[in-house]
């Protein structure tokens, strides 16, 4: 175990609280597996998903400093386990931090906004963290193999980093952005085999699918599709909108390009909570679109 319990301000985003539950479960059952307390930031916004921004880069700004102050308050970092929710607060965050330095009058207003609601300035005084940050950097690959009871081996896992997490921020100190090996080094950790394809750092096409739904569905399916010939048993990904492209409307990707795939996608604490002996009844892995209970069997569950 890490010298110390480790500590965050959590930010679950709304997706994770909606469409994509089995996500929050499945973190809450990662993170008391592995002693890592969350404080949940229960007064926190959405942070547009990168769309505010289409309006309003002042608004942006505004309502994620409100979320990164809540955090500032503990005196903790802010730990999010959705790419989106990363990229866009994370880039927030950077933005705001240079400011107080280049662009002082655009630091003041914005924490002008926030006080005239009410609420706590941003100070630029913590980090934005994902939770696979947190696992390589702050726990450690080291220390999570060592909590390790089923390793997963034979399993073929692709991993899909889609682009928030890698490209949002200038600054990225925990991967590469354009030849990331984080999440298959977590492959590695747990004991199962990393796939590698050309589409694992592309975006899934959940920005495209409101307005251009036929483009959307076809960059999904090639990727699927990649994975699938690479021989990939699953798709793992760190961002709930990336699983709603890639797993709840894989039946509709299907459609648009004449293909059956079948391609089981989890999210990375679902995986890593297999290896440590968590059911998979406590993860959710039955709320999918795509049955995951190819992984199951194979894995021996």
């Not at 690959?141 to 089923?150: A, G």
């Not at 399993?155 to 890698?166: D, P, S």
Request: charged share 20%; aromatic share 6%; with cysteine.
């Amino acid at each position: 175990m890490p010298s110390q319990t480790l500590r965050y301000a959590y930010f679950p985003g709304c997706v994770a609280q909606g469409a994509c539950r089995e996500l929050y479960q499945s973190t809450a059952a990662l993170t008391q597996a592995l002693g890592i307390e969350l404080i949940e930031l229960k007064k926190a916004s959405c942070c547009g998903s990168g769309t505010f921004k289409e309006d309003s880069q002042l608004l942006e700004d505004t309502v994620n400093a409100r979320n990164i102050a809540l955090a500032e308050q503990l005196n903790l970092p802010l730990l999010t386990h959705c790419s989106t929710c990363q990229g866009v607060i994370g880039h927030v965050d950077e933005r705001l931090k240079e400011s107080q330095q280049t662009n002082p009058n655009y630091f003041e207003q914005v924490n002008g906004l926030l006080k005239k609601e009410g609420c706590s300035p941003y100070r630029g005084s913590t980090e934005v963290k994902h939770l696979l940050w947190a696992l390589v950097a702050d726990y450690g690959l080291e220390e999570l193999q060592n909590r390790v009871s089923r390793k997963l081996a034979g399993l073929k896992c692709a991993a899909f980093y889609g682009c928030y997490l890698l490209r949002a921020q200038t600054h990225i100190p925990y991967d590469d952005p354009l030849e990331p090996e984080s999440m298959e080094n977590v492959f590695r950790t747990l004991g199962a085999t990393p796939i590698y394809y050309r589409g694992r750092t592309q975006c899934c096409g959940w920005p495209l699918s409101s307005y251009a739904t036929t483009q959307s569905f076809k960059m999904a399916g090639s990727h699927i599709q990649e994975a699938l010939d690479a021989g990939a048993d699953c798709m793992v990904t760190p961002c709930p909108l990336c699983h709603l492209n890639l797993d709840s409307r894989q039946p509709e990707v299907e459609k648009v390009i004449g293909k059956t795939l079948g391609l089981p996608v989890l999210h990375l604490p679902q995986l890593i909570c297999l290896a440590l002996g968590i059911s998979p009844q406590q993860l959710g892995l039955d709320r999918h679109i795509v049955s995951t209970r190819p992984v199951l069997e194979k894995l021996g569950f």
